[in-house]
């Protein structure tokens, strides 16, 4: 009982601080508030569940987590904010990469009818997986592999979520969004700049326009199909 009364302050008092720092940084988001979809989702998901167990009284934080293997757990924020952008609706079909802990798959678990989520490291691929069964969480299928490939025998998603960073969207990715479809992710060097940008598919499904949000920082996307995008661009220098 007090275990579960204290937790629920704890979520009160992030989703406090997500509150405060969504409208101190509107003017880069053009978004002032996390609506209350997006809110019920994270109050009821228990952030401590997706951390080990001696970061349990820091869970809860409005700041990134480390989960091992040189990875993070994202800032509630950003969580919030990356949600808030899809506008995940309960018919939707969503497309994570980077799974990691598997919360922010859990958060969209919450709002849309199926999640797939593609982790690159093997370890927390297993972990999140088992994670998320023993949680409920029965909309969300996890799978290890390289997200710059996308999930191509489930596609096309309405949704696309990417929480690593690369200097460019993967048209592969992009190739798997449905027409009038919506990705977010952040585009930059991950030694470097970053901006978290939204991406919108035409309806007509020919193109796609870009919205540059907000200035973040993220841990880069990894695998054969960054090296193979570095290794174009060492050639074409």
Not at 147 to 158: K, L, S, V
């Amino acid at each position: 009982m007090f275990t579960s009364f204290f937790v629920h302050a704890d979520i009160d008092q992030m989703i406090k601080e997500i509150e405060e720092t969504t409208k101190e940084l509107a003017s880069y988001t053009e978004i002032s508030e996390i609506s209350e979809k997006v809110v019920d989702a994270l109050r009821n998901v228990d952030r401590s569940k997706f951390v080990s167990k001696k970061l349990g009284k820091e869970a809860f934080e409005n700041s990134p987590l480390p989960i091992g293997h040189g990875q993070t757990i994202s800032q509630p924020f950003i969580v919030a904010l990356m949600t808030e952008v899809l506008n995940v609706q309960k018919t939707d079909k969503v497309l994570e990469i980077g799974t990691g802990s598997g919360y922010q798959a859990a958060v969209l678990g919450k709002l849309a009818q199926n999640v797939y989520t593609i982790e690159i490291v093997s370890e927390l691929a297993k972990e999140a997986t088992s994670r998320l069964q023993k949680l409920g969480y029965d909309n969300v299928e996890v799978r290890e592999g390289d997200g710059w490939y996308g999930w191509p025998e489930a596609a096309p998603f309405d949704k696309i979520m990417v929480t690593a960073t690369a200097e460019e969207i993967p048209e592969k990715l992009i190739a798997q969004l449905q027409p009038g479809g919506l990705l977010v992710m952040p585009i930059g060097d991950w030694r470097g700049a970053q901006t978290l940008t939204l991406v919108t598919k035409s309806e007509d499904g020919e193109s796609y326009s870009t919205k540059a949000l907000l200035p973040v920082r993220f841990v880069p996307m990894t695998g054969e199909g960054v090296l193979t995008l570095d290794s174009e661009a060492d050639e074409a220098e």
